[in-house]
């Protein structure tokens, strides 16, 4: 009876402690994914702002490292339009005139270009800037040069398609690093919910354990109000069975002397 009692006292402590084992459980199996997702992109991010840094700096651009990406992105940008759009220069005017021709030219030569721009294209885009950059810096003023018709017309063209790609590039690298910066957000955001909802079960996990405290201790209260129980019992016993043996040699002595009295009077 009392084993039973105290299994029915158990059952519900056993219950409450895998349940709450298994939440525990689940909530770290979460964090640690979250952990390992933010730490990998964390890293990549800390590369590419690295290489980025390491670029600016071989450039003499020193003073744009402390910048966010968006704002370095900016600066090169001002400078790439400050290096094309010349109102004075001569060349420039003159490739807004052909800008039809460009565009055939273009078509005709597109299979060359290719080529000679696969190299170009597996470079990483923040290096393809600072070599187009380095090598506008190396030449000569634009009105300095006397255009021919051809071979200045197309080296105009071709330097104006190779901002455009840049450009292209600049603004692919812009949007993966605000795609970055948006997936960090979003896995902080996770990391932060999940701690919230452990925050949040935490005190039914807390009242659970001392629930489970309060019902070991009435427990362990059974089981030592068992124990003296028993041991009362036991000591009853003892005595009752000694009292039992002293009746039994009592009746035997007053059976022994009532012989006696009858073979007595018999003779």
């Known amino acids: 009876m009392e084993q039973r009692v105290a299994q029915r006292f158990l059952e519900p402590i056993r219950r409450v402690s895998e349940q709450r084992e298994s939440l525990a459980r689940q909530y770290e199996q979460e964090n640690e994914v979250l952990r390992d997702q933010l730490q990998r ?3 990549q991010q800390d590369a590419q702002m690295n290489e980025v840094a390491e670029m600016l700096y071989q450039e ?4 744009v490292i402390p910048c966010s990406p968006s704002e370095q992105v900016a600066y090169l940008l001002v400078e790439r339009a400050s290096l094309l759009e010349r109102p004075d220069d001569p060349q420039v005017n003159n490739v807004k005139a052909y800008n039809t021709l460009a565009s055939q030219q273009e078509t005709q030569s597109q ?4 080529d000679q721009g696969a190299p170009l294209h597996s470079q990483s885009p923040w290096k393809r800037l600072f070599g187009h950059r380095k090598a506008a810096q190396s030449r000569h003023p634009f009105t300095s040069v006397e255009l021919k018709p051809g071979s200045e017309l197309g080296s105009a063209l071709s330097v104006e398609r190779e901002w455009a790609r840049l450009e292209r590039d600049l603004e692919e690298a812009s949007r993966r690093l605000a795609m970055a910066h948006k997936e960090i957000r979003h896995l902080t955001d996770e990391l932060e919910s999940a701690r919230m909802t452990q925050s949040a ?3 039914e996990l807390q009242g659970a354990q001392q629930e489970v405290e309060l019902l070991r201790h009435e427990v362990e209260k059974l089981k030592k ?8 019992a036991k000591e ?3 005595r009752l069975n000694q009292e039992i043996r002293a009746l039994r040699t009592r009746v035997r002595t007053m059976d022994a002397e009532r012989k006696a009295l ?3 009077v018999i003779y």
Do not use: H, S
């Open 262 to 264: 009858i073979e007595m």
């Open 41 to 43: 992109i964390t890293q």
């Open 236 to 238: 009853l016993n003892d």
């Open 60 to 63: 003499g651009l020193a003073e």
């Open 225 to 232: 109000c068992d124990v003296v129980e028993l041991r009362k």
């Open 111 to 114: 299979p060359k270009n290719m």
């Open 201 to 203: 079960y935490e005190p």
